[in-house]
């Protein structure tokens, strides 16, 4: 049954993490230029602007459901779910917030739900558990390859050929950001529950330092790329 919550909080927090995203995209256009030399001063500018402070709280709430869901379902099945939200960003990106989707966008979304489809057929169920073991030289190695290729694209705009894509780079670096953050709160959810002295772990900081440059990463990102 947890697991069934579980994933029910991982559906909502992909809607409001796909509504938040529009409305922080309408908010960082509004914004000045987000200079990650002058962090603070940037997100000072970012949440002067109205629509980006309503779409950060409620990408809050989304966040708040997403810990739960991690610590009540397995992290591929909550993180399959939460992808899923691409049709909710697409619907509400059409229909609501003026974006114009073509042909390849739609290919997109049809694409992601069946691969979500054939996951959700291919899941064993009674198989690991919402707290799987995992290898911690294991971890570290992904996440440590994670962060580098993450750092690549931050800086990937110095490359010429590469910086008319810098919205979509940087948007691919704030996502991998995110997922490592992700995955840190995962392996912090199977030991604080029992252990709250265990939040102070090389884990928190990993999933603080990589959540606050996806900040700033995606926020430039919508900035200078399309928003959808």
């Known amino acids: 049954m947890s697991v069934q919550i579980g994933l029910l909080l991982a559906l909502g927090c992909a809607f409001a993490t796909n509504l938040a995203f529009l409305w922080k995209h309408k908010g960082a256009v509004a914004a000045p230029a987000v200079n990650i030399r002058r962090p603070l001063a940037s997100a000072g500018g970012l949440f002067a602007s109205k629509w980006w402070t309503v779409g950060f709280g409620v990408a809050l709430v989304a966040w708040v459901l997403h810990v739960f869901a991690l610590a009540l379902a397995p992290i591929s099945l909550v993180q399959a ?17 003026g974006f114009q989707l073509g042909r390849r966008e739609w290919m997109g979304v049809a694409l992601t739900a069946v691969g979500l489809a054939f996951l959700g057929l291919t899941v064993q169920t009674g198989s690991g558990g919402a707290h799987s073991s995992y290898s911690i030289s294991g971890m570290i190695a992904f996440e440590g390859a994670m962060i580098f290729l993450g750092a690549l694209l931050l ?55 990589a959540s606050v440059a996806a900040f700033y990463a995606s926020a430039r990102g919508l900035q200078v790329g399309e928003g959808v």
């Open 81 to 97: 779910v939460i992808s899923g939200g691409l049709v909710f960003l697409a619907v509400l990106a059409d229909r609501w917030f």
């Open 155 to 209: 800086i990937s705009h110095r490359v010429e050929g590469l910086r008319h894509r810098r919205g979509l780079l940087l948007g691919a670096a704030a996502g991998i950001l995110f997922g490592v953050s992700d995955i840190s709160i995962k392996a912090l959810t199977g030991t604080v529950p029992g252990d709250l002295v265990s939040i102070v772990s090389p884990w928190t900081a990993v999933a603080i330092v």
